[in-house]
């Protein structure tokens, strides 16, 4: 599934509006991983897990505490990776409409 885009709910006209940050529950299916500093690539972690290198920001998203880029994940980190994909996909995009509801 790669044509998933995150950035459709964003869109207004010609413009794109802030992309505000969106929850994904920990579910019973996902996986765990530990980031090894130099070595680990969460294009290469997206792929493994569900065969597209697109979906790093899904992994960025789910483990919210290291930020928004990948550099600032601590050697050692335990990520969790959103599993299955279609179904963390559709939590993020509930998550992103019901933050839009409230904060508009």
Do not use: C, H
Request: no cysteine.
């Amino acid at each position: 599934m790669d044509s998933f885009d995150r950035y459709s709910q964003f869109r207004n006209g010609k413009e794109i509006e802030i992309v505000s940050f969106g929850e994904i529950p920990v579910k019973d299916s996902d996986k765990y991983i530990i980031y090894e500093k130099g070595k680990t690539r969460l294009d290469q972690v997206s792929y493994k897990y569900y065969n597209s290198s697109n979906y790093a920001w899904l992994i960025l998203q789910a483990n919210a505490k290291y930020g928004s880029l990948e550099f600032n994940i601590p050697d050692g980190a335990q990520l969790r990776i959103p599993y299955p994909l279609i179904v963390s996909l559709n939590d993020y995009q509930k998550s992103i409409e019901k933050n839009k509801k409230y904060y508009g």
